[in-house]
């Protein structure tokens, strides 16, 4: 079993910055495209951001657009998920995910069934 693990979660106000981190197993992280989805209370799992195995390509969702950063360290096998201007509907667990079986030269997916391994999850609670 691969473990992903999530760090940087945390309570903040609405305008304010965090930023996530999440390891992965070096042969994992390295051939794997990499991607955060979220998921508040009484709601459905969802696509934040993704990166693609090489780091060339990303996707994002547009309610995270402009404000959200994801970017990887492969010396460091971590991919990061920098969140700035937060607002209270960024509240939620996020969850790092990695596609292990991404091809190179491919964007990433954003659908979660493409996704084979997950964290555990870091909780980010946004208040106003």
């Known amino acids: 079993q691969v473990q992903l693990v999530e760090s940087g979660g945390g309570a903040v106000q609405a305008g304010d910055s965090l930023r996530l981190s999440c390891t992965a197993p070096?042969?994992?992280?390295?051939?794997?495209?990499m991607a955060w989805f979220r998921q508040a209370p009484g709601k459905d799992r969802e696509f934040v951001g993704a990166i693609s195995r090489s780091g060339a390509s990303t996707e994002y969702a547009d309610s995270v657009k402009g404000r959200f950063t994801i970017s990887r360290d492969n010396a460091k096998n971590t991919v990061y998920l920098q969140m700035n201007l937060l607002k209270p509907e960024d509240t939620a667990v996020y969850h790092c995910?990695?596609?292990?079986?991404?091809?190179?030269?491919?964007?990433?997916?954003?659908?979660?069934?493409?996704?084979?391994?997950w964290g555990q999850g870091a909780q980010v609670t946004v208040s106003s």
């Open positions: 995910a990695a596609d292990v079986n991404a091809i190179l030269t491919s964007s990433p997916p954003t659908r979660s069934s493409a996704y084979d391994y």
């Open positions: 070096g042969r994992t992280f390295s051939r794997s495209h």
